[in-house]
Nanobody
Framework: QVQLVESGGGLVQAGGSLRLSCAAS????????MGWFRQAPGKEREFVAA????????YYADSVKGRFTISRDNAKNTVYLQMNSLKPEDTAVYYC???????????WGQGTQVTVSS
């Protein structure tokens, strides 16, 4: 079992920055990869970024590449999403998820709202 709690969302103007955090508990954090997803109103949930167990490999959606950075601190059981140059289209509920089995995100947080005003 893995429990995930996101924080750091809020309201920001276009061009601004936010850093999301996701604190994990339960299974040893360094044994699984992590991902960030988002869901905007009326849209399907979409992949944003992912990071390998040790943090050496990262992956991004084209829409956020160059603006967002995913990182993790295994000593703190936390994964982060640094979001810069935010755009109104980044407005969504952001979720972190744990990839226990390869290719499957088995556990999800409750989500944190990010709103970018124009």
């Amino acid at each position: 079992q893995v429990q995930l709690v996101e924080s750091g969302g809020g309201l920001v103007q276009a061009g601004g920055s936010l850093r999301l955090s996701c604190a994990a508990s339960g299974r040893t954090f360094s044994t699984y990869a992590m991902g960030w997803f988002r869901q905007a109103p009326g849209k399907e949930r979409e992949f944003v970024a992912a990071i390998s167990r040790g943090g050496g490999n990262t992956y991004y959606a084209d829409s956020v590449k160059g603006r967002f950075t995913i990182s993790r601190d295994n000593a703190k059981n936390t994964v982060y999403l640094q979001m810069n140059s935010l755009k109104p289209e980044d407005t969504a509920v952001y979720y972190c998820a744990a990839e226990i089995k390869a290719g499957e995100y088995d556990y999800w947080g409750q989500g944190t709202q990010v709103t970018v005003s124009s």
